[in-house]
């Protein structure tokens, strides 16, 4: 890779995006992670690696929050989609792609026996909710982890809970809806058992994200499921964010744990638009009489490049591969730690390892993390302290991420000896949307 040549061109187009886009960009997480030098706008993408707007090649741990899964600009998917482009990409009577994705998404998640299509995850996440309200007859929602930025969730932001961190006001979503959607703590059994109690004959559904970073405590996810029931409501898995990384049927099928009603999204499709709601018929039927529709929630671009990237990670043996790549990359990273001598650990799974450096004062945490984010990408890596591969990272990648991170922890080794403000080149930008439950 080139030398870093600054993000000066980036940082223009990003002033004039805040004179015409409110709040500069459409998805909060594609704020500079440091402004003045992390990439904002990039040119072209492949496999493991972006260019930005400036001409420098970064590679990419981010990798479009997700999104990217068999890698940038995939030779298989693309020309699957160029193909169909050729045929066109929407239809005036449906596709019976419908149909086919449905099939495939039946024959791999295992809750699923049937579905409905979205165009991303947070779209997905309310219209599980919406279902799961209809198919019950209740209104309120239980949920642990992040779920968009739909009214139904946020509207959480109106209650006085602890647990509430997002930063985020509620403006714009109804006062109305405050109550509807309670929060509780990761792991946190006694305060749904609390919440269904508190709430008894009123919830609808309890929806979790059933990985973050750490896999959940044995027996966990199971009650989860077992409360739900005994209240008459539906247990929903949100896989947007941890999903097809850790298997192809989802943590659900990595952990042996089935829900009712699962939400998928983001790297079912390779970076094009598409979501999915899908569970057991009995929670599903009843949407067949709820107004649930859009054009586009089944148009034959997403439907092209859902079917393909699935077929194509279960035939590149993906579960195996992304342990491989987590588990290089902790490796590496360790090595960096021990190398430079600073004390932390990487922890999670393997699908997105992270850096978690111990430090003397907690309240250092966010410049640290800022220094390390700003110092890799001046070395060329796009990424913070949270590692998510694609089955298109190498080992060259990963050596020379290690290289890099070596280099960025003596930087955070100097600033903690030192004073880290004075090793800051730029501001951290808002973070992108903290969890409104941790």
Known sequence: MGGYKGVKRSMEIYERAGELIPGNTQLRSRLPAVEGVSPIYAERAKGSRFVDVDGNEYIDWVNAVSAIILGHHDDVVDDAVKEQIDRGSIYTVNSPKEVELAEELIDTIPSAEMVRYTKGGGEACALAARIARGATGKDIILFSGYHGWHDWYQSANYL?????????????????????????????LDRLKELLEEHRGEVAAVMLEPVRTYAPPEGYLESVIELAHDNGAVAVFDEVSCGWRIAIGGAQEYLGVTPDMTVVAKCISNGYPMGAVVGKREFMEPATEMFVSSSYWSDNIGLTASITTIRELKRRDSARRFEEIGEGIRAALEGALEDVGVQGEVVGLFNAPTLELDLPDESLRSSVNTLFTQELARRGVHGGVRFMGTLAHTEEDIRETADAAREALEVVRHGLEGGLDEMLMGEASPMAVRRIVR
Do not use: R
């Not at 006085?160 to 946190?188: C, H, R």
């Open 160 to 188: 006085d809970f602890p647990d509430l961190v997002t930063g985020v006001g509620p403006m714009g979503v109804p006062k109305a809806l405050a109550g509807t959607a309670i929060p509780f703590g990761e792991f946190d």
